[in-house]
């Protein structure tokens, strides 16, 4: 079946205390992404990624990071989370993004405090 | 950079009635899809539209890309409860950038 998994699906963590966000896709895709959610902001970009080894800052990447290692992973990466980062995240993938449909994982509902 | 309005930001409707939620892009779009999150779920692609003027259905949905292929339009004939979500629009300019989203209620 394809899929994308996210784990955790949730964590309550305290500020500065690092963590990631797994993400891995088992579709093959090139294109993988990740967003974040907030009541009336709608779907922002954090980052995005075209292939192995290229990454790219989205419209709000401050405090995250990402690796792409590997085509099936794409782990962000909180090091020193803040409160403002409490969201939901989401991880998509895509074949091509000009073209085809995005596929989201599950979630991720993070609480910083 | 590229910018995707969506309106109105909520919707309540009593069921039966029609839905229409509205996409506008500050850019010509190379295409536009269509995305449906259920309450406590993530984004399902509905739909992709690329031609200008494009028309589709699928169901009691009617998917509408303009013809500037700058704005489009999701339009459901009589709602039913099981609509209930928000609807995004996203567009590929040179990233794939996504709508506020529309949030739908429908009161049985």
């Known amino acids: 079946e394809a899929q994308v998994t996210q784990n955790p699906r949730y964590l309550i963590t305290v500020t500065g205390k690092k963590l990631t966000v797994t993400c891995s896709q088992n579709?093959?895709?090139?294109?993988m992404s990740w967003y974040r959610q907030d009541p009336g902001l709608g779907l922002r970009q954090i980052y995005y990624?075209?292939?192995?080894?290229?990454?790219d800052k989205g419209d709000v990447p401050e405090g995250y990071k990402v690796s792409r290692k590997e085509k099936r992973n794409f782990p962000l990466i909180l090091e020193s989370p803040s409160p403002n980062q409490t969201s939901l995240y989401f991880c998509?993938?895509?074949?091509?993004?000009?073209?085809?449909?995005?596929?989201f994982g599950q979630g991720t509902r993070l609480t910083v405090v | 950079g590229q910018q995707v309005m969506q309106i109105p930001q909520y919707q309540h409707v009593q069921e039966g009635e029609d839905f229409t939620t509205y996409c506008n892009s500050s850019?010509?779009?190379?295409?536009i899809q269509w995305y449906k999150q259920r309450p406590g779920g993530h984004p399902v692609f509905l739909i992709q539209?690329?031609?200008?003027?494009e028309v589709k259905k699928q169901k009691r949905l009617t998917f509408q890309f303009g013809e500037a292929k700058k704005n489009s339009s999701l339009h459901i004939t009589a709602t039913q409860t099981t609509d209930v979500g928000t609807y995004f629009c996203?567009?590929?300019?040179?990233?794939?950038?996504f709508g506020k989203g529309t949030k739908l209620s429908v009161i049985p």
């Open positions: 539209l690329v031609k200008s003027g």
């Open positions: 990624s075209m292939n192995v080894e290229v990454t």
């Open positions: 579709m093959n895709h090139e294109y």
């Open positions: 996203a567009g590929w300019g040179y990233q794939l950038t």
């Open positions: 998509a993938s895509m074949d091509d993004p000009r073209n085809t449909e995005a596929f």
């Open positions: 850019t010509t779009l190379s295409n």
